[in-house]
């Protein structure tokens, strides 16, 4: 079988290929998804349910999930499980154990009875690269699928030892990859695999219910005033310390409230010792636990500003839901970010690992009263839709038919 051509596509081109299955004429194609999804709680899961419910308007979907994704001593928060109502509409098939290499045949034997035209399988991290890799393996040799890795992250935001090599390996049996963010388009080249470079920003936020307005939703987290949020599971890349170093500052020109919603993950205690230390008990509201989906709506309601403090980062799913709800963003200029919140129009951005241009920012935001200005721009922004998304996808599947 011919390998699709390297290349980079973006926007997806309009499919040329006429084929008897899955043609352009619009005819259903079989598609399988791997990756994790409900009851298992997190981005990915959201974002791989939402495409599953985008892909199933036109296809017959499958989904394959985990019955296990982390072990129990690797997992650093409370539960793996989401604990709000599962998404409308979506079913899954919990085949998937990370640690249980039968499992992986498992999976591969059922690859082949979809027979499936597309199969998508979703990558963020090397502890995953023996499993994924040989499903990836498994499925070209068991069917004629087309496969396309969608990459949430090349490689992980706290580098090991080994993990390229993984990465490689994992990434290897595909066809396409699809990635987010130009960061991640430089990590993946430098892997030198062959096969297509999908480059699609990520679709707006979708499934979180809708906006609240803003004072309603305040006073149902008993806040008032000028609020920020930083919103997410809180780990060390994420730079959250120095967001907190900024708030005297910011306090100094805005009286404002920062609301802190995500569970910890790393350094909780460093966290709340800043918060203590530097007087900002009356200031700072933390909500140490994940957010269901149907809670999300309520936060970024009732914020003002999405701040992303980060100190690396190739992508944040933080910008898709913040422009869903039509809400600003201060953003350190690190990884992808930039290409995400364009500067003085969708949002500001500040130089990392220092808290006073990021105060700057926070205060110029206010003290400029930029929030409808930016709002507005926003919502006039022309983005992606998972319907793009899903199109890009399509398109690989039938250019592959046509080698096939």
Same mark, same amino acid.
């Given at each position: ?189 430098? $892997?030198? #695999?062959? !096969?297509? &470079? %999908? /480059? ?8 979180? =219910?809708? @906006? ?8 149902? $987290?008993? #806040?008032? !005033?000028? &609020? %920020? /949020? ?8 994420? =730079?959250? @310390? ?8 910011? $306090?100094?020109?805005?009286?404002? &409230? %920062? /609301? ?41 309601s009732a914020a003002d500003l999405v701040v992303l403090p980060y100190e690396s980062a190739t992508q944040s799913a933080i910008v898709p839901i913040a422009f869903a709800f039509e809400r600003p963003i201060v953003a350190t200029r690190v990884g992808g ?68």
């Open positions: 079988m011919s390998a699709l051509p390297q290349g980079l596509i973006f926007p997806p081109p309009p499919c040329r290929v006429p084929t008897t299955k899955g043609g352009c004429s619009g005819e259903p194609m079989r598609i399988c998804l791997i990756g994790p999804a409900y009851p298992l709680r997190g981005g990915i899961a959201h974002y791989n349910t939402q495409l599953a419910l985008e892909l199933a308007t036109r296809h017959d979907t499958t989904l394959i999930s985990f019955s296990r994704q982390y072990p129990a001593l690797l997992f650093p928060g409370r539960t793996q499980l989401d604990q709000g109502s599962p998404p409308v509409g979506l079913t899954s098939e919990a085949l998937l154990d990370s640690m249980n290499p039968f499992t992986w045949s498992r999976v591969g034997r059922r690859i082949a009875e979809l027979t499936p035209d597309l199969t998508v399988i979703h990558w963020w991290n090397p502890f995953f690269a023996p499993c994924i890799g040989m499903i990836g393996r498994l499925a070209k040799r068991r069917s004629r699928t087309a496969v396309v890795f969608i990459c949430h992250n090349v490689f992980p935001h706290e580098p090991f030892p080994g993990a390229r090599g993984l990465t490689r390996f994992a990434l290897a049996p595909g066809d396409a990859r699809l990635i987010h963010s130009e960061t991640d388009r430089r990590d993946l080249e430098s $892997l030198t #695999l062959r !096969g297509q &470079t %999908l /480059l699609v920003p990520q679709p707006p936020g979708k499934g979180f =219910g809708g @906006p609240i307005d803003k004072e309603e939703a305040r006073s149902r $987290l008993g #806040l008032s !005033g000028n &609020t %920020l /949020l930083f919103f997410g599971l809180i780990r060390r890349y994420k =730079g959250l @310390p120095r967001l907190l170093e900024a708030m005297p500052l910011v $306090l100094k020109k805005v009286d404002c &409230t %920062l /609301l802190v919603v995500g569970e910890f993950y790393e350094g909780k205690d460093h966290c709340l010792n800043l918060i203590n230390a530097l007087g900002l008990a009356s200031n700072v509201r933390v909500i140490d636990r994940f957010i269901p989906d149907d809670e999300v709506s309520l936060y970024f970010l930039p290409e995400a919140v364009s500067d003085g129009e969708t949002g500001l951005l500040a130089e990392p690992h220092d808290p006073m241009p990021l105060a700057a920012a926070i205060i110029r935001f206010y003290e400029e009263r930029l929030e409808a200005q930016f709002r507005r721009n926003i919502a006039q922004q022309k983005r992606l839709s998972w319907t793009d998304l899903a199109r890009t996808l399509e398109v690989v599947a039938k250019n592959r038919l046509s080698l096939t």
